[in-house]
T-cell receptor
């Protein structure tokens, strides 16, 4: 699986958009970009994933560059409850024969401030 | 409500006293997995299971056992706990796509079990 690079920490004002970058310059054509977050020692929570198109769901948007070497997770209106560690993970899509483990790195610690 | 449950949530024990951490999911997922999380080391996979009676080692299996007798349950067993197994443990589950189909899926994580071995 491709390696990812994320900033160690970021701050964001409450109500503003939080833009979390991730570099994955060695990503392969069959690898997806996944985002999870972990709120203060709770179990990690899935946010969104994508292959090459931009994706949006009720939690966030994922913007993947055309060359797929980097991506940005966008929380459009950050709240205090979005304070968490955000993990960008690149891996092939899980299949019935795969070990579906997620390789969590250090992530980005996002602090949303009032 | 779809969920993964773990028990106990907190446990303090002594070296050598066998313990079991239970994990149960109500989503009929084939795949289940155990992770441990330690400061500076991130989440590391201990064991995983692709289906009933099918288990395999992850990255850090030493000192642990698992079983998968039922689809919904995947207990983690520490036969003789040691202080270096003091950690935060997470169970996770997900569906697996059968041959001929494709898709991406998410892993659902339990709330965690904080284990201290004295």
């Amino acid at each position: 699986d491709a390696k990812t690079t994320q900033p160690t920490s970021m701050d964001c004002a409450e109500g503003r958009a939080a833009n979390l970058p991730c570099n994955h310059s060695t990503i392969s054509g069959n690898e997806y970009v996944y985002w999870y977050r972990q709120i203060h020692s709770q179990g990690p929570q899935y946010i969104i994933h994508g292959l090459k198109n931009n994706e949006t769901n009720e939690m966030a948007s994922l913007i993947i560059t055309e060359d797929r070497k980097s991506s940005t997770l966008i929380l459009p209106h950050a709240t205090l409850r979005d304070t968490a560690v955000y993990y960008c993970i690149v891996r092939v899509a899980p299949r019935w024969y795969n070990n579906n483990d997620m390789r969590f790195g250090a992530g980005t610690r996002l602090t949303v401030k009032p | 409500e779809a969920q993964v449950t773990q028990n106990p949530r907190y446990l303090i024990t002594v070296t050598g006293k066998k313990l079991t951490v239970t994990c149960s999911q109500n989503m009929n997922h084939e795949y289940m997995s155990w992770y441990r999380q330690d400061p500076g080391l991130g989440l590391r996979q201990i064991y995983y299971s692709m289906n009933v009676e099918v288990t395999d080692k992850g990255d850090v299996p030493e000192g642990y056992k698992v079983s998968r007798k039922e689809k919904r349950n995947f207990p983690l067993i520490l036969e003789s706990p040691s202080p270096n197994q003091t950690s935060l443990y997470f169970c996770a589950s997900s569906s697996l796509y059968p041959p001929g189909t494709s898709g991406t899926n998410e892993q659902f994580f339990g709330p965690g079990t904080r284990l201290t071995v004295l």
